[in-house]
């Protein structure tokens, strides 16, 4: 059962998700060569904190940490360590925080200083990605009618979408239904309706669509080695024009 | 934080209920906790068996990329998905 979220609930989202939007913009003043990820971690960890929100990442199964931050080949989940970022890294922060029981999340991928062409490609086509699927993300489409579009655009772009790993449902709790794979058919999969709240989450890689995970059991990479980009927002559908929560 | 979800195509086992031991190919991921599993004989195209995602066991292995891909279109056929299947049992040890 997806469920459908009321206005006052809505405005809790909104109110959470605002607290990401802003941890987001608040770390991109901070990102440059010599910063570790354990750092980044700990301003949007204290960020959030300070805007009376929690991050709902941590100790979600057992997650160590606020945020999720992954370098270069790393697609996402990965675990923040002393690791300084250098120049020409591409890095994605997803990160959430939760508000009177109720989650926000969302994720970007960073050039750290000047990147080469295709990172920067591959991180303006994840981003692309959102946007295409997002236009399908309206009352009365399904759920396949977003995943054809972001997969479309990625291979379109000569990309490949991550498929072992999907978008979701969100609300009262981080992840709920329905999964939002970044690969499908149109018209497949759930009905889209007023009042769901989705975060939609294209991952796209530079060469193949298989990833592996670490030793630690959370981060994953791309099994080729090539570099990866993220990009996720929180979404309202509505009988109109969607609206991204987490902006 | 994204979600892990099986992967369509992949090849999986029944690890709880009646059809335990059985294998399937995910045909369908209807949820962040359900599958669609379809072997082509028993369990249908038409009617894949929804089944709890952590009541499957992955296998090492998937249908190959024609295949796959006209599951995702859907264009499969059933006998497809079934010689799948029975290639992958061949290809085991005591399969």
């Known amino acids: ?247 | 934080m994204s979600l892990r979800i099986p992967q369509i195509g992949s090849l999986c086992i029944s690890l709880k209920g009646h059809d335990k031991g059985r294998t399937y190919i995910v045909t369908q991921v209807l949820s962040p906790e359900y599958v669609g599993l379809c072997d082509g004989k028993v369990r249908k195209l038409k009617n894949p068996k929804k089944k709890r995602f952590k009541h499957v066991q992955v296998l090492n292995a998937s249908a190959d990329s024609e295949l796959l891909k006209s599951i995702v279109n859907g264009t499969a056929k059933d006998n497809q998905l079934h010689k799948c299947l029975l290639n992958y049992q061949k290809s085991i040890p005591g399969g």
């Open chain 1, 1 to 247: 059962m997806i469920p459908i979220k009321n206005a006052k609930e809505i405005a809790k989202m909104r109110a959470v998700n605002a607290i990401v939007a802003a941890a987001h913009r608040h770390i991109q003043g901070y990102l440059s060569a010599g910063i570790t990820a354990k750092e980044i971690d700990t301003i949007v960890e204290d960020f959030i904190l300070s805007q009376g929100a929690k991050p709902n990442f941590k100790n979600l199964y057992r997650y160590p940490a606020a945020t999720c931050i992954s370098i270069n080949d790393a697609v996402i989940h990965g675990i923040p360590k002393a690791v300084a970022l250098k120049d020409g890294d591409i890095v994605s922060l997803d990160f959430g925080a939760v508000l009177d029981g109720w989650h926000g999340d969302a994720a970007r991928t960073y050039a750290i200083g000047s990147v080469s062409n295709s990172a920067q490609r591959l991180i303006e086509v994840a981003k692309e990605c959102f946007y295409q699927g997002l236009a399908e993300a309206r009352a009365g489409r399904r759920v396949g009618d977003i995943s054809y579009a972001v997969q479309a655009h990625a291979e379109k772009n000569g990309c490949s979408i991550v498929r072992s790993y999907s978008g979701h449902g969100i609300g009262r709790r981080l992840h709920e239904e329905p999964a939002i794979p970044n690969y499908g058919a149109k018209g497949q999969g759930a009905l889209l309706k007023r009042g769901m709240t989705l975060a939609i989450e294209p991952m796209i890689n530079l060469g193949g669509f298989e990833v592996k995970v670490d030793a630690d059991g959370w981060t994953v990479r791309t099994q080729d080695g090539f570099l990866s980009a993220h990009y996720e927002n929180t979404v309202l559908i509505t009988d109109g024009e969607p609206e991204i929560l987490s902006r």
